[in-house]
Nanobody
Framework: QVQLVESGGGLVQAGGSLRLSCAAS????????MGWFRQFPGKEREFAAA????????DYADSVKGRFTISRDNAKKMVYLQMNRLKPQDTAVYYC????????????????????WGQGTQVTVSS
């Protein structure tokens, strides 16, 4: 079992930055691929960013590529999402997720590939 707790959401003006944090507890978080997903009102949860177990590989949705950066610190059991040049269309609830993996370098982009989820943190970008 892995418990995930997100923090760092809030209200920011367009063009600003936020850094989301995800604290993992329970089983060793380095055994898991980690991802960030977001959910817009009335929509399904969608992929934003993912990072492999060893941190060597990352993947991003086209909509955030070049603006968001995912990183992890396995020693601290933390995952981060640095969000720069935020836009009003980034307004959503952001979720941290962990997926079991036997491979160090794989990344995953589908929600059904993840086993554990945090409670979500709201990010609101005003225009």
């Amino acid at each position: 079992q892995v418990q995930l707790v997100e923090s760092g959401g809030g209200l920011v003006q367009a063009g600003g930055s936020l850094r989301l944090s995800c604290a993992a507890s329970g089983r060793t978080s380095s055994d898991y691929v980690m991802g960030w997903f977001r959910q817009f009102p009335g929509k399904e949860r969608e992929f934003a960013a993912a990072i492999s177990r060893n941190g060597d590989n990352t993947d991003y949705a086209d909509s955030v590529k070049g603006r968001f950066t995912i990183s992890r610190d396995n020693a601290k059991k933390m995952v981060y999402l640095q969000m720069n040049r935020l836009k009003p269309q980034d307004t959503a609830v952001y979720y941290c997720a962990a997926g079991r993996s036997y491979t160090l370098s794989v990344v995953r982009t589908r929600p059904d590939e993840y086993d554990y989820w945090g409670q979500g943190t709201q990010v609101t970008v005003s225009s």
